[in-house]
Every structure is written in C-alpha cells, then in structure tokens.
C-alpha cells in the first residue's frame, strides 16, 4: 500500500495542487497531513484527490472547527497523535519533533511521521541487540518527515511516498 505524506502547506495553493497531482499519479490510496494547513480555503486543492484522506492539526492551524467544516468531505482533522493500523503495520502522526524519539523508543509503532520542522527525513531506526533476544535483531521503525510542502523556510518544496509492504519512503521534490 501506497501512502503520500505531506505536512507543513501553509496556505501555498499552488503546491498543495502540485502534491495532489504527484500523488493521484502515484496512484496513494491514503494521504496523511502532518499539520500546519493554516486557513481553511486550503481544502480546494484536496477536493481533487483520488484517495482518502486524514490529517492532525499543527501549531499554527487556529480556527480548528472551520478547518474540520471546509474539510468535510476531503477527509477528517483531528488532534493529535493519530494512530492508524494498516497492511498489518501500526503508524503514529504527530506535529511535535519533541516527542519523536519517545515514540521510536517504545516500539509499538513501525512507522513514526511527524512535521513541523520543515525538514526532509527518512531514516530507520533500529531496535539494539541484547542478550536476552538472543542476538536477533529488534523491530526497525520508519521515521518519516516529508519536509514542507509550502517551501517557504528551506526553499525546498518536498512531500513524501510511503510503502508500507517494503516498509520505505522517499521524498519527492514538487
């Protein structure tokens, strides 16, 4: 299953658009917003995705309720961390790089995508061997950022693909 990340839009319509049509091109069958759409009318270029959506909210997304309203029918908003179970794979979405250690530290997620930063990343995260696991390897989490789809801050206009089957992503210039 394919998944296109995207966080960070702050109101740049244009590249909303050009996420939308990367990933219906991709062929998504989900896309998750990791926050900080800001206004509301930055649901227009949503209306054209070919996939279900679902975001959180950032902190810069004020007036939650009419966010969630004009989102209606796009997808839902809601607060976070948001916690989906997918293709056997269990995903957390937060807008808080603070809290993003803590969460590859318990384990409990293969994959952890958060925002906020505005900076690309995707890296694996590998449990250490201990003895009473007998030198096996412990579970790798995917730690995911696609970076700012506005590119107001780096200048980088960025969203991610996610594969949930080979458990990779990759970050897509847009």
């Known amino acids: 299953m394919k998944i296109g990340v995207i966080s960070d839009t702050h109101d740049n319509l244009e590249m909303i658009k050009r996420a939308v049509d990367l990933f ?35 902190n810069n997304d004020g007036d939650k309720l009419l966010l969630r309203e004009k989102y209606r029918g796009v997808g839902e908003l809601s607060e976070e961390p948001l916690v989906l179970e997918m293709n056997a794979r269990k995903i957390v979405v937060t807008h808080k790089p603070k809290i993003v250690e803590a969460l590859v530290a318990s384990r409990i997620y293969d994959v952890v995508i958060f925002g906020h930063t505005h900076k690309a990343e995707v890296r694996k995260e590998q449990e250490a061997k201990s003895e009473d696991s007998g030198g096996k ?34 970050i897509e210039e847009i």
């Open 24 to 58: 219906n091109s991709e062929g998504v069958e989900l896309v998750i917003h990791a926050g900080d759409f800001v206004s509301p009318f930055t649901e227009k270029p949503f209306r054209a995705l070919n996939a279900k959506f679902v975001g959180i909210f950032g």
């Open 137 to 170: 390897r412990g579970k790798e989490v995917l730690v995911l950022n696609p970076g700012e789809c506005c590119g107001y801050l780096t200048g980088r206009k960025t969203v991610a693909i996610l594969d949930l089957e080979t458990l990779s992503a990759r």
